[in-house]
């Protein structure tokens, strides 16, 4: 394909100074995550102080449902990036076409089956997950909505999965910054001004969907990475099709392995109270800030090395993953030190109380130790899920939720009676676990050959 040969030099990693071209290629990825987390806290405060205790109920609970349907997008965007990686590595640029219009085919169909489901399952699932009566009926109304924007919020990802593949990431940075600006200006008439509560936030979450998604479509188009939006873009191949779900589903499956489990330490920590619950918030959101640019490097060694392993040179892509770590891992020491030296002043920042901020400090003290742990942990992942090994990844993902992080906090939180700072242990062994893992399979050497059949 044309686009390939003209448009190689935007983000081939195969060649040049690595230390310039990571820096280049994942500032932009920590920049898209650094603007989701900020606009996620002000469309809280936004959505919280015009809706009222039973608007913000309905939001929270339908985001619980919203971010499962998104776990298994985010692993099968994650394929395409490493499978249209390697094809770009491997100078097989004839396959790209294929691989994008199978998954254009594969996201739409599955984001409006998901649709249907959610509609017509809303008030049962809702029910199960206890949803209070007096925010029942705006959270019906908020979650259909929301559904609505499936579609592109799949596409959006698809088409971001594409260019990170070819190894451009500034472009996905300016749409979802435009996306996360246009939501903020949506909440403040649709919610604040013309008074729609729950329903306008939803609203305004699918509109600056459907708007991002279609700028990035048009700028796929104007690059000549599709040919043109027609029919044609959503034709599936079967082969592709075995490709892509031998890729992406495991690694689906690991992103919602990872929510259930901190949903089962959310619901431990739970029942400590109300100050606990608040606390592990605040200390939440203090985390997110602290792994952003880890999970942002993640992304971007994804990418290095399905174009490494594709085009033979794998010793370059480990090269690239201690490059990412010489990044990101300062970034997370940084955070650890001011957990120790300054908890109540990080934990101010998001938690008012007194007694909210005493009960969360020796918790954020030993949860800040993760933050080195898992950046080491997903630059290291990045190799293997770029060379294809999703199931290997899946596995460590299944040893750190499952067979690690739950029964430690039990462990440590009822059998060591350390109470909910206990729960904190959990945080800092999980890693542990799969970074072991991990470093097995890298030491055996398996990865340096793909995964991935073309």
Not at 62 to 77: F, H, R, S, Y
Not at 389 to 417: G, M, N, Q, W
Request: hydrophobic fraction near 55%; glycine fraction near 8%; charge should be positive.
């Amino acid at each position: 394909m044309k686009f390939l040969k003209a448009k190689m030099d935007d983000g081939n990693l195969t060649t040049g100074n690595l230390w310039r071209k990571m820096a280049v290629f994942s500032v932009p990825l920590i920049m898209m995550n650094l603007l989701q987390a900020v606009y996620n806290i002000i469309d809280m405060i936004i959505v919280g102080r015009y809706v009222g205790a039973a608007g913000l109920s309905a939001v929270s609970i339908g985001g619980q449902v919203t971010a499962l349907v998104l776990c298994i997008v985010l692993g099968l965007a994650d394929a395409g990036a490493a499978i249209v990686g390697q094809l770009v590595g491997g100078n097989k640029t004839e396959q790209t076409e294929d691989v994008i219009t199978t998954m254009f085919g594969m996201f739409s169909s599955l984001a409006i089956f998901l649709t249907v489901v959610v509609f017509v399952f809303t008030k049962p699932l809702l029910s199960y997950l206890n949803t209070p009566e007096e925010s029942f009926a705006y959270a019906c109304n908020y979650l259909r909505i929301c559904m609505v924007g499936t579609i592109f919020i799949y596409l959006f990802n698809l088409l971001n999965g594409v260019f990170r593949g070819l190894g451009i990431s500034v472009i996905p940075m300016v749409m979802a910054g435009c996306s996360s600006v246009i939501n903020i200006i949506l909440d403040l008439v649709l919610v604040g001004g013309l008074g729609l509560g729950s329903d306008g936030a939803a609203i305004a979450t699918v509109c600056s969907q459907f708007l991002s998604m279609m700028v990035l479509l048009l700028v796929a188009r104007k690059r000549n990475i599709i040919k043109g939006i027609s029919l044609r873009l959503f034709y599936m191949r079967k082969n592709r099709i075995k490709v892509i779900l031998h890729i992406g589903v495991p690694q689906s499956v690991e992103f919602a392995i990872t929510n259930i489990s901190f949903l089962f330490l959310a619901g431990m920590i739970n029942q400590y109270g109300v100050y606990a619950s608040a606390a592990a918030g605040a200390v939440n959101k203090i985390s997110t800030f602290a792994v952003l640019s880890a999970q942002a490097m993640l992304s971007a060694v994804v990418t290095l090395a399905a174009q490494n392993i594709g085009a033979k040179k794998p010793e370059r892509a480990l090269k690239g993953a201690w490059i990412g770590m010489c990044y990101v891992v300062p970034v997370a020491v940084i955070f650890l030190l001011l957990s120790w030296s300054r908890p109540e002043a990080l934990l101010s920042l998001f938690a008012a109380e007194e007694d909210v901020v005493a009960s969360g400090v020796p918790y954020l003290e030993i949860v800040a130790i993760s933050f080195v742990i898992e950046s080491v942990l997903f630059c290291f992942m990045g190799i293997i899920a770029g060379a294809g090994y999703t199931r290997v990844t899946l596995l460590c993902t299944l040893v750190d939720a499952f067979v690690v992080r739950i029964p430690v906090a039990k462990i440590c939180s009822v059998t060591l009676e350390m109470g909910f700072a206990g729960i904190g242990w959990a945080y800092v062994c999980a890693p542990i676990a799969a970074l072991i893992l991990i470093l097995l399979f890298l030491i055996s050497g398996k990865w340096k050959k793909s995964a991935i059949p073309m």
